[in-house]
T-cell receptor, first 117, second 109 residues
Framework: SQTIHQWPATLVQPVGSPLSLECTVE??????LYWYRQAAGRGLQLLFY??????ISSEVPQNLSASRPQDRQFILSSKKLLLSDSGFYLCAWSDILNPESSYNEQFFGPGTRLTVL | QKEVEQNSGPLSVPEGAIASLNCTYSDRGSQSFFWYRQYSGKSPELIMF??SNGDKEDGRFTAQLNKASQYVSLLIRDSQPSDSATYLC?????????WGAGTKLIIKP
């Protein structure tokens, strides 16, 4: 069965510090991978998605970046955090049964709660 | 107009009653629809998906899709306090899911 891991679970960082969040998926190959952010009491905002190693699409202009160095590893980074970067960061995966399909449900990791002070 | 709209709630339902959650979408060409449940402080978990017009049942949950009217709903029968959560509606588009903001459901004992 498939499992998705995220770490750390919680993080408190000062403004201007760097950030690195990691997500790994087990039990599947060549998944689509996604990074979302959820502000308190709000919906999901798609930040990045990846359909393969080194292939990253950005949905929202921001001071964040993403990388996919391995098939099942997805990393979210920032060089300098802003107060507005606080939120609940979620990694998700879906199967590439059909790359053109809209039928692929997404499965979420446990999330990282980031507080920028 | 948002692409996927949900009433933010909270929707308060007595224990044992039917909870009805609604979602409307703007893209008439949409083909796949998903319901997720999110407990406070936790990540979303998939409850059901539906692709065809009509009803789809899974235990106490029934998803209903009406493409002509562009809405999808989720019914929860025999509501339990453990069903209290935020329910997110999502519509599939290429590699992505387009998300509603969610409806907060409160089941009162």
């Amino acid at each position: 069965s498939q499992t998705i891991h995220q770490w750390p679970a919680t993080l408190v960082q000062p403004v201007g510090s760097p950030l690195s969040l990691e997500c790994t998926v087990e039990g599947t190959s060549n998944p689509n991978l996604y990074w979302y952010r959820q502000a308190a009491g709000r919906g999901l905002q798609l930040l990045f998605y990846s359909v393969g190693i080194g292939q990253i699409s950005s949905e929202v202009p921001q001071n964040l970046s993403a990388s996919r160095p391995q098939d099942r590893q997805f990393i979210l980074s920032s060089k300098k955090l802003l107060l507005s970067d606080s939120g609940f960061y979620l990694c998700a995966w879906s199967d590439i049964l059909n790359p053109e399909s809209s039928y692929n449900e997404q499965f979420f990791g446990p999330g990282t709660r980031l507080t920028v002070l | 107009q948002k692409e996927v709209e949900q009433n933010s709630g909270p929707l308060s339902v007595p224990e044992g009653a039917i909870a009805s959650l609604n979602c409307t979408y703007s893209d008439r060409g949409s083909q796949s629809f998903f319901w997720y449940r999110q407990y406070s402080g936790k990540s979303p978990e998939l409850i059901m998906f539906i692709y065809s017009n009509g009803d789809k049942e899974d235990g106490r949950f029934t998803a209903q899709l009406n493409k002509a009217s562009q809405y999808v709903s989720l019914l929860i029968r025999d509501s339990q306090p453990s069903d209290s959560a935020t329910y997110l509606c999502a519509v599939g588009r290429n590699y992505q899911l387009i998300w509603g903001a969610g409806t907060k459901l409160i089941i009162k004992p």
